[in-house]
């Protein structure tokens, strides 16, 4: 049995070799749908979590104003996202995405899901449950630590 040091250091490369693999088919969906994938990751936040502000992004993002900006002015060129100014502060603007870029985002998702869901039919049910419990443990945890 793997003491926890050596057992997290082992999570810690299956955790990398999976971003990077989810990063790879990101980059390949993007390059499909004619986005760099720094669009395809704003379209995506945007879709999740609905309307947001700059600078929510530039934190979502881990970036600078102006590359938020950049990426916004892309996705509303491309009718994908809106900017919408609030009411009672014109200096806030809120981003939306619209049908054409939630259409992109759902049209995705299934195909990472169709993707996943074959890997998925070499497991039995029970390593399924087990495997998703962990995963939403895990994710939860680490999520609290930051």
Same mark, same amino acid.
């Given at each position: 049995?793997?003491?926890?040091? @050596?057992?997290?250091?082992?999570l810690? !490369?299956?955790?990398? $070799?999976? !971003? /990077? ?11 499909? &749908?004619?986005?760099? $994938?720094?669009?395809? *990751?704003?379209?995506c936040? #945007? ?8 600078? @929510?992004?530039?934190?979502? #993002? !881990? !970036? %600078?104003?102006?590359?938020? =900006?950049?990426? %916004?002015d892309?996705?509303?060129? %491309? ?9 009672? *502060?014109? $200096?806030? /603007?809120?981003?939306? &995405? ?6 992109? /985002?759902? +049209?995705?998702?299934?195909? $990472? +899901?169709?993707?996943?869901? %074959? /890997?998925?039919?070499?497991f *039995?049910e029970? @390593?399924?449950?087990?495997? #998703? +419990?962990?995963? @939403? =443990?895990?994710? *939860?945890?680490?999520e609290?630590?930051?």
């Amino acid at each position: 049995m793997l003491e926890n040091k @050596e057992l997290a250091g082992h999570l810690d !490369s299956l955790l990398q $070799r999976l !971003s /990077v693999s989810t990063h790879r088919q990101k980059n390949h969906f993007a390059e499909v &749908i004619g986005i760099s $994938r720094q669009q395809f *990751d704003v379209l995506c936040i #945007i879709y999740e979590k609905g309307l947001i502000t700059m600078g @929510e992004l530039c934190k979502d #993002i !881990s !970036s %600078a104003c102006s590359t938020a =900006t950049d990426l %916004a002015d892309k996705l509303e060129r %491309a009718g994908y996202v809106e900017r919408l100014r609030e009411k009672k *502060d014109r $200096r806030v /603007v809120r981003l939306n &995405i619209l049908p054409k870029g939630e259409k992109l /985002v759902k +049209s995705v998702i299934e195909q $990472r +899901s169709e993707k996943l869901g %074959a /890997v998925l039919e070499a497991f *039995d049910e029970e @390593e399924k449950m087990k495997t #998703i +419990s962990f995963l @939403e =443990t895990l994710t *939860d945890r680490l999520e609290r630590q930051q």
